[in-house]
């Protein structure tokens, strides 16, 4: 080989190697980012992280929904989760159904309103807002309601007493998040069906 060329080769024999190297052994891998929107579009991310189970952990979502044997019903699910620092295996927080009702809107016992403009309550471990008028045509159901419940396990308070756990969050603080949330998912489902009053 010429001389001149010698260079050349080493140089380019050295950028080769690099190149394997580097595709075997990647630097920066690029994870995908995380969804923005959960739960059939009722929650954002932000919202979703509101109710924790004090234990912390990235927020992620399980959905699933049934159409039933006709296009007339509506039934849509979500379980919230957070990651576990100590495993892969993300747990539950919280669950949110989305779902056709004929029963009109009622108060829970002991539960507080959401508040001027929602028809729905709260509890520190449950919540339910109905939909506005003209969201169950919008998401394609004959009743004549949407309702939308929240559950908290670890905010139940005969759970916690037959398990001899303490609430993770105050009473207080879990009411205040679940109104919210509930106010959210109220106004963002609304807007997405266009169905708002």
């Not at 595709?23 to 919202?47: F, I, M, Y």
């Not at 403009?117 to 045509?137: D, I, M, N, S």
């Not at 939308?148 to 139940?156: A, F, G, I, K, Y």
């Not at 609430?167 to 807007?191: G, H, I, S």
């Amino acid at each position: 080989m010429d001389k001149k060329w010698l260079p050349l080769t080493i140089t380019l024999g050295v950028a080769g190697v690099a190149v394997v190297a580097a595709s075997v052994w990647p630097d920066n891998k690029e994870t995908p980012p995380l969804p923005q929107s959960l739960c059939h579009g009722a929650l954002s991310r932000e919202t979703a992280g509101l109710i924790d189970d004090g234990k912390g952990g990235e927020v992620s979502a399980e959905e699933w929904e049934s159409k039933g044997k006709s296009s007339d019903y509506v039934f849509k699910a979500c379980s919230v989760l957070r990651a576990n620092p100590d495993n892969d295996y993300p747990r539950g927080v919280y669950k949110l159904l989305i779902m056709d009702t004929r029963s009109a809107p009622y108060t829970k016992k002991g539960s507080v309103p959401l508040g001027p403009g929602f028809t729905g309550w709260a509890l520190p471990h449950k919540a339910e807002v109905t939909l506005p008028a003209g969201c169950a045509a919008g998401m394609g159901s004959n009743s004549p309601y949407i309702s939308v419940s929240l559950e908290v396990p670890s905010q139940d308070e005969e759970r916690l007493t037959r398990l001899e756990q303490k609430r993770p969050v105050d009473p207080d603080t879990a009411l205040r998040n679940n109104a919210t949330v509930m106010r959210k998912v109220a106004t963002r489902l609304a807007e997405r069906y266009d169905c708002a009053d």
